[in-house]
């Protein structure tokens, strides 16, 4: 947040010798009065009344167009830190979507830019001046002091003012923000799959395409804001020295005296307008200075360590070292010491009881989720020392809700890297081959505009069974090392089971290792090993032929048919 702010350094300074310009501009109302009353009034000269008063307009119209110069300047400010921020707090978001900021770290960051450009910084440029004014008004009369310093406590009018022509702009913005942050909640309710599948900077590029409405509309009021504070500043100081050439008109007739009331009663209007402005902006720059620690402690933590090695692609080796996942109430373990290994082109079913930690253990391996203690290696190396986008593509995650984003069913099985400027023929042809694998081109090509079919936030627009075929090929996409799919035939008919069944067989052929959840034995037949969970432990680890014994239900000893009983059938092995 230092940083960015140092960036803008530039600006604001110019912005604060702006507001020295602007304050030295508002004397020249005093000392119009002052002419008229050295000049004007003893000589009785309506001609010099006349060019005092052109040339105070020309310096009134001077300061307004400087007060304007000093707004947009702020507004520029806060588009420069828009831009060196928010790809880092969407990456940062993505990366931790477990803080609590995480949910609402670009609300704050609008917060703190908006604050920066606001009527609060303005007054903070011209308080420095306030104890000069004041004290004039002392020397004046030290009862004019003393009103100038009660005056202090009056709640300024001016900032309602403001908020109410403002408005309706701020109205649209806000409703352009509105679908901002709902799609970026959108993506942050998918934050495991976008990580697994190496979607955070595909992500974040679509984030900052979406936000660049939002911000030209903010942009926008916030012009309008400084114009209309330009506007009622000069016609406010206006009518005052208009006001002051009437009281000299009055004085030559000998109606009136007192110049120096008039005088004093302009400094203090102008002595406590950057007061009335801090009071009625104190509430926001107190919720922008919160929003700025809060912003600087989840950039701190997702800082990277900087570049990593770059590993060669894995051959599909997976081992969990002492692997332990807490809950959230960091009160206990879902998954508890979990340590085995998997060798390249095994097909794995994990199986245990609902709760057992299956799901847990599938993400962890899958790079969605971080161990709280132990450590994930692929091919031996420490998951951690991989980039983790380069990893994930290595890596083809099914989660158990298959978590497709707003897009066509291209771009959501390409894992969005259009986003990234990479060639769209070559991703054109890999999200077909993707689909072919999983079994779902012919699906996919009846939809309505096919592979261009366009899906809802949240992925809506396909039925589950649809959104589950459409999130294997997305797993499926770029042929990776690893397969880890979580209950994949949760939601698919016959059809889908003899597609999924076809596509691990495909996969196991090729030598890729696979994972799979799932509490239906119809995939038995092409597993190698299973992996059976209890209580958030392994309890098993071996061979089919050697595990299945164990866990199958034992067939009943059969019963002599004898008059009045009945023969209880076994269990069949569905069973």
Not at 413 to 434: H, K, N, P, Q, Y
Not at 528 to 550: A, C, S, T
Request: proline share 6%.
């Amino acid at each position: 947040m230092r940083v960015a702010l140092a960036q803008c350094r530039r600006h604001v300074l110019a912005a604060f010798g702006f507001s020295a310009l602007v304050n030295i501009l508002y004397i020249a109302p005093t000392l119009y009065m002052l002419q008229v009353y050295d000049r004007v009034v003893p000589t009785h000269g309506r001609l010099t009344l006349v060019f005092l008063t052109l040339v105070l307009v020309f310096a009134l119209v001077t300061l307004s167009l400087l007060d304007r110069v000093r707004t947009r300047l702020l507004v520029r400010a806060g588009v420069g830190m828009d831009a060196t921020l928010a790809p880092l707090l969407l990456d940062a978001t993505l990366g931790r979507p477990d803080l609590p900021v995480a949910r609402q770290a670009l609300r704050e960051f609008d917060t703190v830019r908006q604050t920066l450009s606001g009527p609060g910084v303005l007054a903070l440029f011209d308080a420095p001046w306030t104890p000069i004014y004041v004290a004039v008004c002392f020397l004046v009369h030290p009862w004019l002091g003393v009103v100038a310093l009660a005056g202090g406590t009056i709640l300024p009018i001016l900032a309602w003012r403001n908020e109410k022509a403002t408005r309706g702009a701020m109205e649209r913005a806000q409703v352009a923000a509105t679908a901002s942050y709902a799609s970026q909640e959108a993506v942050l309710g998918g934050a495991e799959a976008v990580r697994a599948l190496g979607m955070r900077r595909a992500m974040v590029t679509r984030q900052l395409r979406h936000r660049e409405t939002m911000l030209s509309l903010q942009t926008a009021a916030g012009f309008t804001g400084g114009n209309y504070l330009t506007a009622t500043k000069f016609v406010r100081l206006a009518l005052q020295s208009f006001a002051l050439g009437l009281g000299a008109l009055l004085a030559i007739n000998n109606q009136i005296s007192g110049g120096a009331i008039f005088a004093a009663s302009f400094l203090i209007a102008r002595a406590l307008a950057p007061i009335e402005l801090l009071i009625g902006s104190w509430k926001g720059i107190a919720q922008a200075h919160g929003s700025y620690k809060r912003l600087d402690k989840l950039l701190a933590d997702a800082q990277s360590a900087g570049p990593v090695t770059q590993l060669p692609a894995p051959k599909g080796a997976i081992t969990l070292e002492h692997v332990t996942i807490l809950n959230d109430q960091r009160d206990g373990a879902i998954v508890n010491d979990a340590h085995l290994s998997i060798l390249p082109g095994e097909v794995v079913a994990i199986v245990g009881p609902s709760g057992a930690g299956k799901s847990t253990l599938a993400r962890v391996i899958a790079g969605a989720i971080r161990p709280d203690r132990g450590r994930v290696r692929v091919d031996g190396a420490d998951a951690t020392d991989w980039d983790p986008e380069r990893l994930a593509v290595h890596i083809g995650y099914l989660p158990q809700d298959p978590t497709l984003f707003a897009g066509t069913v291209k771009e959501n099985i390409a894992r969005f890297r259009t986003e990234l400027g990479e060639d769209a023929a070559e991703l054109d042809a890999a999200a077909i081959v993707a689909a072919e694998r999983a079994r779902a081109r012919e699906l996919i090509q009846r939809l309505p505009g096919g592979f261009d079919h366009a899906l809802k936030p949240g992925g809506r627009g396909l039925s589950a069974g649809q959104a589950q075929r459409v999130a294997l090929a997305r797993a499926m996409f770029g042929d990776p090392a690893v397969l880890v799919l979580d209950e994949p035939n949760a939601h698919l008919d016959a059809e889908g089971d003899s597609a999924l069944l076809a596509a691990i067989d495909h996969y196991k052929q090729a030598g890729h290792t696979i994972l799979v959840v799932s509490h239906k034995l119809g995939i038995l037949p092409v597993v190698d090993k299973l992996l059976v969970m209890r209580g958030g432990r392994v309890e098993m680890f071996g061979p089919r032929d050697e595990v299945l014994p164990q866990i199958a239900p034992r067939r009943p000893r059969p019963v002599p048919d004898t008059p009045g009983t009945v023969t209880i059938p076994a269990p069949s092995a569905s069973a």
